[in-house]
């Protein structure tokens, strides 16, 4: 079992920097692969990023490639977003999730993950 909990997120401005934590418990933090998801309104859920449980591979969404950066330090069982030149259509909420490492091509597969936090809000204003 690992509980989840999102920090970070807020208001600001297209073309800001936000930075997003993840602070985990329980059991294993460096067993699991880790990953971000978004959400806006009245939209699916979709991946942003992903890093696997060593942390020697990054995985990215089309839309943030090149602008968003994945990391974790599994001494403080946190995985962090680093989101630079933000835009508004980033606005959504997001969610850190965690899952039993496997095959790359699952890597951005919402069903692969197990855990998952409650969401921190982010908003660009254009």
């Known amino acids: 079992q690992v509980q989840l909990v999102e920090s970070g997120g807020g208001l600001v401005q297209a073309g800001d920097s936000l930075r997003l934590s993840c602070a985990a418990s329980?059991?294993?933090?460096?067993?699991?692969?880790m990953g971000w998801f978004r959400q806006a309104p009245g939209k699916e859920r979709l991946f942003v990023a992903a890093?696997?449980?060593?942390?020697?591979?990054?995985y990215y969404g089309d839309s943030v490639e090149g602008r968003f950066t994945i990391s974790r330090d599994n001494a403080k069982n946190t995985v962090y977003l680093q989101m630079n030149s933000l835009k508004s259509e980033d606005t959504a909420v997001y969610y850190c999730?965690?899952?039993?490492?496997?095959?790359?091509?699952?890597?951005?597969?919402?069903?692969?993950?197990?855990?998952w936090g409650q969401g921190t809000q982010v908003t660009v204003s254009s």
């Open positions: 999730t965690a899952g039993i490492p496997g095959p790359i091509s699952t890597m951005r597969v919402r069903e692969k993950y197990k855990y």
């Open positions: 890093i696997n449980y060593r942390g020697s591979n990054t």
């Open positions: 329980g059991r294993a933090f460096s067993s699991y692969d």
